[in-house]
């Protein structure tokens, strides 16, 4: 005997998706998560760190039963942030506190508390999705790219699939645009020599060094280590064109070539390229339009978190997200219907999109609109005191 499709696709295992998947499996409503990646073990370690803001991410965590967990592993001494320009002068020094608005917590660290709360046979891992098509009978249909094997029968697939969403043509046109920066991201392992250097230097927080319109960031993680990210301001495909791929192949010309680019700033910031563990991996910075967060809901889908609403780093794109998947599970929740074997069982859910997108859109665009002006001071050719000037009332230096 075939099983029941579940009415419910989520295409992604990323913080939006899982946690959408946590709050329907507390109530017992039918999803299935396509995600590409093999098993949990492979995830990338080039996540980084995260701020989970207590008025947003945390109600997200604490809506799916998780805030108590979250709490033992968070990390409240991180909340830490040094600002230098390039000379390595400190121009804002916020300490840190053990208060609750904004701790800390490993990308992976996350990604593994919300995947304890959905069952294993939820999840499709190895599911690298191809297309979403809308079946004459307006059901959808999932296409992966293995094989072309074709998942038929959802009555809604839910893109929280990043910024290459495979479900975001069926609700949008626009696509991601290129801010003109990739990060090249590095590390400082414990056994590296340099290591207790970091941890004097950068502490268990953030330590950003900006100036003339390009950035240099550590950041201290659980394990005790550090990730590094150093932008560059190349042209969009530069990491695999011809050029780029045979430096990014070439560790040590790649070291050299961002030493070079960064020859006039203080030994104190190229240290953090020239003294950081081998590995270099490319991250090309997209954004889709402020507009795009403007469309109308269609039967059937809807988006979370970066397939909504990317945005280059900004201190809240991993509270959006889990603000988008609790907003939606919501909406489900309330439409939902369990009893009866007619066909309107599983409840209205377009009408919990509509619901959903019409308070996710607005809300979105807002935040966006408030946090572009502070975001873009980090990357101004005054940088880092028009930001200090703009959002500290000019207090350089403050502690």
Not at 30 to 36: K, N, Y
Not at 224 to 242: D, F, H, K, M, R
Not at 279 to 295: I, K, T, V
Request: net charge negative; proline share 5%.
């Amino acid at each position: 005997m075939v099983a029941a499709v579940p009415p419910i696709a989520i295409l992604g295992a990323g913080p939006a998706g899982l946690l959408l998947a946590c709050i329907l499996t507390l109530h017992s409503i039918p999803h299935t998560i396509f995600e590409r990646d093999a098993s949990p073990a492979s995830f990338s370690k080039w996540g980084g760190t995260l701020d989970i803001h207590h008025n947003t991410g945390q109600v997200a965590l604490a809506e799916a039963g998780l805030l108590k967990n979250f709490k033992r592993i968070a990390r409240y001494d991180a909340q830490v942030l040094k600002i230098a320009d390039r000379h390595a002068n400190i121009v804002l020094d916020v300490s840190g506190s053990d208060d609750e608005e904004r701790p800390e917590i490993d990308r992976r660290d996350l990604r593994d508390l919300l995947l304890k709360a959905v069952p294993d046979e939820h999840i499709r891992w190895g599911s690298n999705v191809a297309k979403v098509e809308r079946e004459e009978d307006g059901l959808m249909t999932v296409l992966l790219a293995e094989g072309g094997k074709a998942v038929r029968g959802f009555r809604l697939v839910v893109g929280a699939d990043g910024a290459w969403s495979k479900a975001r043509s069926l609700v949008t046109a626009a696509k991601p645009i290129y801010a003109g920066n990739t990060f090249f991201t590095t590390s400082v392992s414990i056994s590296n020599p340099f290591h207790a250097t970091m941890s004097s230097l950068v502490g268990p927080g953030m330590y950003l060094i900006c100036d003339s319109g390009h950035q240099i960031i550590a950041q201290g993680l659980a394990d005790g280590s550090y990730q590094i990210n150093i932008s560059l301001p190349v042209t969009e495909g530069w990491a695999t064109s011809s050029t780029g791929a045979a430096l990014i192949a070439n560790r040590q010309a790649l070291r050299e070539f961002l030493l070079h680019f960064y020859a006039d700033w203080a030994p104190t910031a190229t240290d953090l390229i020239r003294k950081s563990d081998d590995a270099f991996r490319p991250w090309p910075l997209y954004s889709l339009p402020l507009e795009a967060a403007d469309w109308k809901s269609v039967p059937g889908l809807t988006l979370v978190g970066d397939a909504a609403h990317l945005e280059i780093p900004d201190g809240e794109g991993v509270n959006r997200a889990l603000t988008d998947g609790v907003s939606l599970a919501r909406r489900i929740v309330a439409h939902y219907r369990a009893c009866g074997d007619d066909g309107g069982k599983d409840g209205d859910l377009d009408a919990a999109v509509r619901e959903y997108e019409a308070e996710m859109l607005p809300r979105v665009m807002q935040e966006r609109e408030e946090n572009k002006t502070k975001v873009m001071l980090l990357w101004a050719p005054d940088a880092p005191n028009s930001f200090v000037e703009a959002v500290m009332g000019g207090h350089v230096g403050q502690e």
